[in-house]
Nanobody
Framework: QVHLVESGGGLVQPGGSLRLSCAAS????????MAWYRRAPGKQRELVAI???????NYADSVEGRFTISRDKVRNMLYLQMNSLKSDDTAVYYC????????WGPGTQVTVSS
């Protein structure tokens, strides 16, 4: 079983930056895609960014150019660098990975507010 744990969330002012991290417990995640999702208050969970085992990435239109997803296969880590944050980015952010993208972390809260 794959365990995923996010960290790095918090309160940040509009225009600020945060870096989220996701620690994965099993090396099997090295051969699987990994992704970040988020759920804003009153909204459905949405895909933010995804990275495949070769490092190819895709982003939601709303974060393209502001967020960067990356992974460290040696350390079994996934990252999300978030720049130029907006109030609309306020959400719980979830790490997703493992075989079939079947595993989820508990989430980390990101609040963008002045």
């Amino acid at each position: 079983q794959v365990h995923l744990v996010e960290s790095g969330g918090g309160l940040v002012q509009p225009g600020g930056s945060l870096r989220l991290s996701c620690a994965a417990s099993e090396s099997t995640t090295r051969d699987d895609p990994m992704a970040w999702y988020r759920r804003a208050p009153g909204k459905q969970r949405e895909l933010v960014a995804i990275i495949n085992p070769r490092g190819v990435t895709n982003y939601a239109d709303s974060v393209e150019g502001r967020f960067t997803i990356s992974r460290d296969k040696v350390r079994n880590m996934l990252y999300l660098q978030m720049n130029s944050l907006k109030s609309d980015d306020t959400a719980v952010y979830y790490c997703n990975g493992g075989p079939g993208l079947a595993y989820w972390g508990p989430g980390t809260q990101v609040t963008v507010s002045s």
